[in-house]
């Protein structure tokens, strides 16, 4: 019952980018074909072949490498804040361990981490050739032009402003329909920067959890290009400007492995302190916005809060996902924070849920549904991101930004009910 449930759920999701098109029609059967079925084998190579699954898990191991390394620098310069399990640094007795885990001083230090080393490979020329592999893929099935391809495989590892600033020269060459599949794309998908960050979050809830978060942005991006397709057709013949990746100027360029360090540095530390700065916002606005709901009540004496009208508005998105109606307002639940606020909130929320409130496969779809950066707080930062990138298109990205909005979870949506399907 719970596949027809997500097989229902993957047509409904094409039939809505469908009804949202800019032009109304049955959609390209080569597109959906290509699309489903890049998502269908991304995911059964990862859930079937042991092989695969091996590496996950070794990479799931360095996570772990990562983490704790990255605790050392944390004791160093926090001391029993950072965690210090002996209270060496400073003479305060701990009784609950967990009370050193604070947010800012255990949790967002990985992001200047894998900052770094995206930087470093990046520079050792190991990141562009993953990305281009991907790339070739992706231009291959699904048609789209080396410059578009290359940005739509780069989100799978950086962010939905780092990847468009990739092939910033092409950008104002880019059909309507090549710019919202990079938008798109962008919304579909999460940076490497955080990969590591949310499965932290998860260690303990789902089995690998970086192999799981890894495997969802690349499914993700053919079922975003292929929506995206659907959504904002190709109407023009660009044979003639079609841009090759071999002839892409990737950048960025490091004059060595301690530029590529210094400047990954800075990097990850405007990201952290972004990041930590939009979640005290975000956290502190949804307080706000609760204690003016609360002043509305249910004849049962519960108050309205947004947590509740989230259960209510998505929970038949994630019923169509393959959820059982009988968790499908918990997972609604967080869907909505992902969607309405972002998807670090949403991770943290599905970590603290109480015991038996999903199950084991429930627990799984939510992790690959929510594993994209689609929410209005994205759609701010990618629109001043693009605008900044190519000015001469300013209007343009404006008025495709909302679209990629419902695009990236639509994508997202898609990729929670394949992960079902093949559970």
């Known amino acids: 019952m719970l596949s027809l449930q997500a097989i229902l759920g ?11 098109s800019e032009k109304r029609q049955f ?14 084998v991304f995911a059964f190579v990862v859930f079937r072949v042991s092989f695969i ?7 799931n191991r360095g996570v772990s490498a990562i983490a704790s390394a990255t605790e050392s620098g944390t004791l160093f310069i926090f001391g029993y804040l950072g965690g210090d399990p002996l209270n060496v640094a400073y003479p305060y007795s701990v009784e609950d361990p967990a009370a050193t885990v604070i947010l800012a001083f255990r949790i967002l230090p990985l992001i200047l981490i894998f900052t770094v080393l995206s930087a470093i490979l990046w520079h050792y020329k190991i990141l ?29 590892f950086i962010g939905m402003v780092e990847s468009p600033a990739l092939i910033r020269p092409y950008i104002k060459m880019l059909s309507r329909s090549e ?15 955080v990969m590591i960050l949310y499965s932290v979050v998860l260690q303990g809830i789902v089995e690998n959890p970086l192999g799981h978060i890894l495997t969802a942005s690349v499914i993700s991006a053919p079922a975003a290009i292929m929506l995206a397709l659907i959504m904002v057709p190709e109407e023009s013949t660009y044979s003639e400007k079609q841009i090759a990746e071999d002839g892409l100027v990737i950048g960025p360029r490091y004059h060595n492995v301690m530029d590529a360090i ?42 309205l809060t947004l947590q509740r009208m989230f259960s209510v508005i998505f929970a038949p998105l994630v019923w169509l996902m393959g959820i059982p109606w009988a968790e499908a307002q918990v997972a609604g639940n967080l869907m909505g924070i992902k969607t309405a606020l972002n998807e670090f909130l949403s ?16 627990t799984i779809i ?58």
């Open 179 to 193: 710019l919202f599949v990079v938008m798109s794309c962008g919304m579909a998908t999460i940076a490497g920067s």
């Open 128 to 156: 562009p050739v993953v990305v281009r592999g991907f790339s070739f893929v992706l231009r291959r099935s699904l048609g789209v032009n080396g410059a578009v391809g290359f940005s739509a495989a780069a989100n799978i």
């Open 262 to 303: 210094t400047r990954g540095t800075s990097d990850g530390l405007k990201l952290t302190a972004n990041v930590g700065a939009m979640l005290l916002v975000l956290v502190a606005l949804v307080a706000l916005l609760n204690s003016v709901l609360s002043l509305i009540s249910f004849p049962s004496g519960d108050s």
């Open 347 to 362: 991770f943290l929320a599905l970590a603290e849920l109480p015991a038996g409130s999903l199950s084991q496969q429930s």
């Open 366 to 423: 939510m992790t690959y549904a929510m594993c994209g950066f689609a929410n209005f707080g994205s759609l701010g930062i990618m629109i001043a991101g693009l605008t900044g990138l190519c000015p001469e298109r300013a209007k343009e990205i404006v008025q495709l930004a909302p679209k990629s909005l419902i695009s990236g979870t639509l994508a997202t949506c898609m990729t929670g009910a394949i992960a079902g399907l093949l559970i």
């Open 10 to 20: 993957l047509f409904i999701f094409i039939a809505l980018a469908t009804a949202l």
């Open 27 to 40: 959609p390209n059967w080569k597109i959906v074909t290509a699309g489903l079925g890049l998502q269908i």
């Open 53 to 59: 699954q091996q590496i996950l898990a070794t990479a």
